[in-house]
């Protein structure tokens, strides 16, 4: 369960970089962690290039991106060349990490109810605590609230 003021869950996954990345590699940096449904849909590929435009921007905060969803790392791989994203993609494809991030669940899209991924997102501190939890994300306008978050994070 994902809470505000905690420490983030740990995670050690197979990455797009071909190393595996856990959040234990990341101290003292902002982490951005966005869960995504899949690789190569429109919805998914708007998110993944407007983070990758915003880039610069993130990393002038001290803040690095990840991307994760069920896909597999070849999936990822293509994915990440085709749009020359400048971030890493992990693979859960267990759903473990999904799960601890509250980030799978029960979706309904026009009035089916299924199983899934939930667009969500995850900003975390340096410390490793959660600094703000994004539910439920519409792409339009979220890197800038991402952003916005990260800003008002590092002013306090």
């Not at 990440?80 to 029960?106: C, N, Q, R, V």
């Not at 089916?112 to 501190?125: D, E, N, P």
Request: charged share 30%.
């Amino acid at each position: 369960m994902i809470k505000e003021g905690r420490k983030a869950p740990a995670f050690n996954l197979p990455s797009s970089t071909g190393d595996k990345l856990s959040l234990q590699d990341l101290a003292g940096k902002y982490v951005i962690v966005y869960f995504y449904p899949r690789d190569n849909t429109p919805g998914c590929t708007t998110e993944a290039n407007d983070f990758n435009k915003a880039l610069r921007k993130i990393k002038a905060r001290d803040a690095v991106v990840i991307g994760v969803s069920k896909d597999s790392i070849e999936s990822h791989c293509k994915f990440a060349d085709k749009y020359k994203l400048k971030f890493p993609l992990l693979s859960d494809p267990d759903g473990k990490m999904l799960e601890k991030y509250d980030a799978w669940g029960e979706k309904n899209m026009y009035g089916k109810k299924s199983m899934g991924i939930i667009r969500s997102t995850v900003l975390i501190g340096p410390d490793g605590k959660v600094i703000k939890h994004f539910p439920k994300v519409k792409v339009k306008g979220h890197v800038e609230a991402v952003i916005e978050a990260l800003n008002d994070a590092r002013c306090d």
